[in-house]
């Protein structure tokens, strides 16, 4: 039998990032490139990614990288893969093509740098051969069209299915076809591994498709109004996109995507359909017979529209608008979400939100128990969510498998499969940080230092201090991010801390005949932790600047 090794870069008990590899004997294959949204430009740190330092070391044995749900989240680190993994085949279906090119476009546009990229498309359920693997990518329904799960089949009849993001539908529309039938013809009772999505388990106890899908809502909310409709929708909901699409194309009404890479994306997969079902993204015109999508990511969707209501982007509100929030509520940005809506309602519009009813375009429990029914597979790794999420896939399996057979891994944990001999080792696999110049050469406990800095700011304090007459002068503080600027009581604790520390260092001389800089130092921190205990939370950074003189 072969060895089949398998273990996360990262995605394991966090928000995104997601990046598995797969060893099979001396092979390595890459499944999904995802990274992670921890940061926000704070720190210097704009993004996190898989910690591609201990696959670096291997990197002659890496063959190839494959994309499952070819959305962002999943390929917002394939540059930074491919700049380590020069030449490695990128493999996607003939749609993940289409996303992966123009987000690899938009990133070398941005950073003005040139990727060697190999993206191939292949044909669905078609196999390739790599080494004495045959692989074979198998379409799933996915908020994504064309996305795919992958079969890693071995000549010793063993097989290796990576399924990241799918549910049970099958219909001749985008987001809904799927060839889940092969992947149990061709896997069935020969699954020794399946990598299995967390997605929406748990949260969904049944099948998801028939509570997921949002088309009725689209249709029925706008032919509520004959005035303007603007939707808020994530950049990465594709089936939300298509339904709106639907819904213009029945109304007769102009379509338009604010986004020109994703309107541009929107046109190419409509060009590729058959029939006339859906509107394409035409240019924005002044009219009220007009459908307009706004889109973004979870981090720019809402501030976007913020941006609209206060007249700072080239869209404008405008009396009787109706706006949709086409949107499933992430628990990371209900807040946002929520101060969007309290603003947005002191407009002169309609304002509706899609109803809680509607679920993610994710697997449920039904959705999982099937899979698993259909493949009956001698090991299971939950992946890409929350330890919280593993939980509930194992709580939807117990009763349908073995939970033996269920393994919950960490990032870095490899479990190592060789015939019924199962062991799980540990790597050292950390986190890698990603600022705007690119890949930072950090570990965790500066990102802790930077993240207290930034949370609790720093007081420079700088004096004087006369050799000769034994002395200080009077100390010159400077905060920085420790009160805001337009703080009311800013100048007072400063103020504060100055006598405070004035008085402070004239024990300190009374006390000490000779000077230690060392315990001057300790002295200034202590005597301003003490100055600003009562009058604020925050324990700022001390940096305290000694210069002597005679």
Partial sequence: MAKINYFALGG????????????????IFILNTGIGAEFSNQLGIKKIIPDLRYLSEHKNRVKAIFIGCPKNLNI????????????????????GKLIVDSFLSKFQEEKRVNLEANVVA???????????LKICGVRTASSVPNSYGWLFKLVTGQVVVFLDEFLIANENKPCCESQLHIIAQQAKNKTTLLLLGAQAAGKMLGFSYPNAKNFSFLKRTVASTKNRILAGVYEDDWNTLFNLSRVAKIYHMNFHISCPRTSS???KHIENLKGDEYAVSN????????????????????????????????????????????????PENEFEEISLLNEISKQDIVLVKQPKSIVPYKAGNEDIKFIVNSLSPYNIVPIDGYYKDFINVY???????????IKFLSSGEKIEIDDKNINVVSLPIAKQYVSEEGILDINSSTVLERQLLEKN???MVSVLYHTKNHCFSRPHVEMKAFVTDDY???????????????????????????LSIKDVKNHIKDAVYKAVKNKTQKKPLVLPIITRYS
Avoid: C, M, W
């Fill in 488 to 514: 009311s009581r800013r100048d007072e604790i400063q103020e504060a801390i100055v006598k405070f520390l004035d008085l402070e260092l004239s024990k300190f001389l009374s006390l000490n005949v000779t």
């Fill in 457 to 459: 700011g720093v007081v």
């Fill in 12 to 27: 394991q008990d966090e928000s995104g990032r997601y990046s598995g590899v797969l060893e099979i004997n001396n092979d």
């Fill in 283 to 330: 240019p924005l015109i002044s009219s009220d017979n007009v459908l307009i999508v706004i889109t973004g990511d979870s981090e720019t969707l809402f501030k976007t529209l913020l941006d609209i209501h206060s007249g700072d982007h080239e869209i404008k509100f405008k009396s009787g608008d109706l706006l949709i929030i086409a949107t499933i509520t992430l």
């Fill in 265 to 267: 994306l929107f046109n």
């Fill in 122 to 132: 292949i044909n669905p359920s078609n196999d390739i051969t790599i080494g004495s």
């Fill in 395 to 405: 709580k939807a399996l117990e009763n349908t498998i073995d939970p033996n057979r």
């Fill in 76 to 95: 917002g680190a394939l540059p930074y893969f491919l700049e380590t993994f020069k030449g490695v085949p990128v493999y996607t279906s003939h749609g």
